[in-house]
């Protein structure tokens, strides 16, 4: 079964940093792009963050500096490290995958979401 599930979310003090996970099932390696993504409520789903192919990385102007995706093939999962949050920062955080064929996007999956709470 093909799926995502994050997890790493919680509360954390308005500073602190947080490490979020995205487990891809049933391999990482059919999936060519991943992408981090967060709502918070009265807003839109926005991009935070996203990596394409092994290393390819771009980030929202919101996430430079503070923010960073990676992908371990061997763990099947991509990570969200985020320092520095603030309360902006707070809201459901999404992962999101592309199965890409001859260049164009196939299918796109989304995770169940995982909450991240800061507080001042």
């Known amino acids: 079964q093909v799926q995502l599930v994050e997890s790493g979310g919680g509360l954390v003090q308005a500073g602190g940093s947080l490490r979020l996970s995205c487990a891809a099932s049933p391999s990482i390696s059919i999936f060519r792009d991943f992408g981090w993504y967060r709502q918070a409520p009265g807003k839109q789903r926005e991009l935070v963050a996203q990596?394409?192919?092994?290393?390819?990385?771009n980030y929202a102007d919101s996430a430079k500096g503070r923010f960073s995706i990676s992908r371990d093939n061997a763990k099947n999962t991509v990570y969200l490290q985020m320092n520095s949050l603030i309360s902006e920062d707070a809201a459901v955080y999404y992962c999101?995958?592309?199965?890409?064929?001859?260049?164009?996007?196939?299918?796109?999956?989304w995770g169940q979401g995982t909450q991240v709470t800061v507080s001042s």
């Open positions: 990596i394409t192919g092994p290393e390819k990385t």
């Open positions: 999101n995958a592309d199965i890409v064929g001859y260049g164009l996007v196939i299918k796109t999956y």
